[in-house]
């Protein structure tokens, strides 16, 4: 859920409020105006203009110049989750105004407040902000608040409080309600191995005309390749029409695939669709769900040359808490292009053993990456270019 936390502007939300009355009210019979524009407004909705001037004497001097503000250009904070990272750390993941982190000096502390009505344990943030520079209005703030001690170890339960501010001085902020946690909810044994899944999936926004067959086809390659201890996090920024939908749905049922539904993320102009925000919310959400957590694109397919397998990799990774892969073109020889052949008849067979050519748009069918006995008929029926 994305939240938006106004700033305590009451004059702007006071006149807000008024314009959405408005539009659902018809004026006082008593009410009256000379401009059509505003006839159909009731006498109580005053715009911020004129509460400024009835508020505002004129100067003196008429050499003396105001400035009149008229409302926010973005938002100090707009939070998208909280999570616990282990006993003593939490990460909130959001938004904020870009020129603010880029210009001034916005910070941020945490606060645990228990419910069992003891004093609160407070600690100073730190913030990170992992979209290298690429925010456009909005940049992406992960702020961590790390405790002495495990906050609530009694298992009360309790809430944390962000508390962000405007600008250097502390006599402006916001208090934002971040995470609860029910009594008797916090459990240790979820933030140390065994986890649930061996390989996790966090894919960035999907947003555009996706195909339907190339997400079917993606996503049983990359199901056979992590194998049947892996899960799956898609994110729908717009992306997932009925037809992505349907084709992923009985992943769904299946429980190997989960999607977010993360349409609201539009009204904040960020990078990409908000791609560094979400995949820095995929990462803490499911931070201990898994060993090994993957992010590449659906029109990247992920390929281990000289019959390496996944495990034989990771383990020589075993001490690194990460690594990149190389990224490499496919080469449009392996692709199948005759667009007039039909090939869907082998592809309940085969999805499971091949990739899909990113060369030519996604447009072609890669070889199979192991021969079995219908590699044979494969090749009998279509030759490559």
Same mark, same amino acid.
């Given at each position: 859920?994305?939240?938006?936390?106004?700033?305590?502007?009451?004059?702007?939300?006071?006149?807000?409020?008024?314009?959405? *009355?408005? +539009?659902? !009210? &018809?004026? #006082?019979?008593?009410?009256? @105006?000379? *401009?059509? +524009?505003? !006839? &159909?407004? #009731?006498?109580?909705?005053? @715009?911020?203009?004129?509460?400024?001037?009835?508020?505002?004497?004129?100067?003196?001097?008429?050499?003396?110049?105001?400035?009149?503000?008229?409302?926010?250009?973005?938002?100090?904070?707009?939070?998208?989750?909280?999570?616990?990272?282990?006993?003593?750390?939490?990460?909130?993941?959001?938004?904020?105004?870009?020129?603010?982190?880029?210009?001034?000096?916005?910070?941020?502390?945490?606060?645990w407040i228990s419910n069992n009505g003891s004093s609160s344990i407070r600690s100073k943030a730190y913030k990170m902000l992992p979209d290298w520079g690429y925010g456009?209005?909005?940049?992406?703030?992960?702020?961590?608040?790390?405790?002495?001690?495990?906050?609530?170890?009694?298992?009360?339960?309790?809430?944390?409080?962000?508390?962000?501010?405007?600008?250097?001085?502390?006599?402006?902020?916001?208090?934002?309600?971040?995470?609860?946690e029910e009594p008797g909810s916090y459990d240790e044994t979820k933030y140390r191995p065994p986890y649930q899944y061996e390989y996790l999936y966090c894919g960035s926004s999907l947003y555009g005309n996706l195909s339907a067959a190339r997400m079917r086809e993606w996503m049983s390659y990359h199901a056979w390749?992590?194998?049947?201890?892996?899960?799956?996090?898609?994110?729908?920024?717009?992306?997932?029409?009925?037809?992505?939908?349907?084709?992923?749905?009985?992943?769904?049922?299946?429980?190997?695939?989960?999607?977010?539904?993360?349409?609201?993320q539009a009204e904040y102009d960020g990078y990409y669709y908000n791609q560094f925000l979400i995949v820095n919310d995929c990462l803490h959400r499911y931070r201990h769900a898994a060993n090994w957590t993957f992010y590449f694109d659906v029109d990247e397919y992920i390929y281990l040359p000289d019959g390496n397998s996944l495990e034989s990799v990771l383990k020589e990774f075993s001490n690194n808490t990460q690594f990149t892969i190389?990224?490499?073109?496919?080469?449009?020889?392996?692709?199948?292009?005759?667009s007039s052949r039909d090939y869907s008849r082998y592809l309940p067979t085969i999805l499971s053993l091949l990739s899909v050519c990113i060369n030519q748009g996604l447009s072609s069918l890669i070889l199979p990456l192991l021969v079995l006995d219908i590699y044979n008929d494969f090749l009998t029926d279509f030759s490559f270019q």
């Open positions: 859920m994305v939240i938006w936390n106004l700033q305590p502007y009451y004059q702007n939300i006071l006149s807000a409020t008024a314009r959405c *009355s408005a +539009s659902n !009210s &018809s004026p #006082p019979p008593s009410s009256s @105006s000379s *401009s059509s +524009s505003s !006839s &159909s407004l #009731p006498i109580t909705a005053t @715009s911020l203009a004129e509460n400024k001037k009835l508020l505002t004497p004129k100067p003196a001097d008429p050499n003396k110049r105001l400035f009149y503000a008229y409302g926010n250009a973005a938002a100090l904070f707009v939070q998208m989750g909280a999570y616990r990272g282990g006993s003593r750390t939490f990460a909130v993941v959001g938004l904020a105004s870009k020129p603010l982190h880029v210009y001034g000096h916005p910070w941020y502390k945490c606060e456009r209005v909005y940049t992406v703030v992960v702020v961590n608040c790390t405790f002495g001690v495990n906050p609530n170890q009694d298992n009360a339960g309790g809430k944390l409080i962000l508390y962000a501010y405007y600008g250097e001085s502390p006599k402006r902020y916001e208090k934002i309600t971040a995470l609860e390749f992590f194998g049947p201890s892996s899960h799956f996090v898609f994110h729908d920024a717009g992306g997932v029409s009925a037809e992505v939908k349907a084709a992923l749905e009985p992943w769904v049922q299946a429980g190997r695939v989960t999607v977010q539904e993360i349409r609201a190389e990224q490499n073109a496919m080469s449009s020889v392996l692709c199948l292009n005759d």
